[in-house]
């Protein structure tokens, strides 16, 4: 009988830490935007980099726009976008989709 109130203890604490491990580790997963947006989010800031490329502030100014834009983070599209390089059949559907949107904006003359 004393053993196993003895162990009580080490039982609860070993939940413990397993409960917040569990915990710790669902927000460790891959951000989860989009491919639409991703693709919009991509193309959009390659605009914003050739467009302000010269002045840094305008430059972090637009690019935070177009992440407000599609209420997305920097860090989440960065890490979403390394996933996608790590499979190379994703990233070539991504890119794919990306000069489509391109095409799209060109063809409704947003840009040229």
Known sequence: MKRRYYLKPARNANSFVILILLIL?????KPNIAEDVLVKVYVENLIVLETYSFNADSLLSHQNKV?????????????????????SKEWQ??????????VELKKKDIIN
Not at 25 to 29: I, L
Not at 67 to 87: A, I, R
Not at 93 to 102: I, T, V
């Open 67 to 87: 992440f407000s834009k599609y209420n997305v983070s920097k860090k989440d599209f960065e890490k979403q976008l390394k996933n996608y390089s790590e499979d």
């Open 93 to 102: 559907d991504f890119f794919k989709q990306a000069n489509n949107y391109l």
């Open 25 to 29: 580790t669902a927000g460790c997963g």
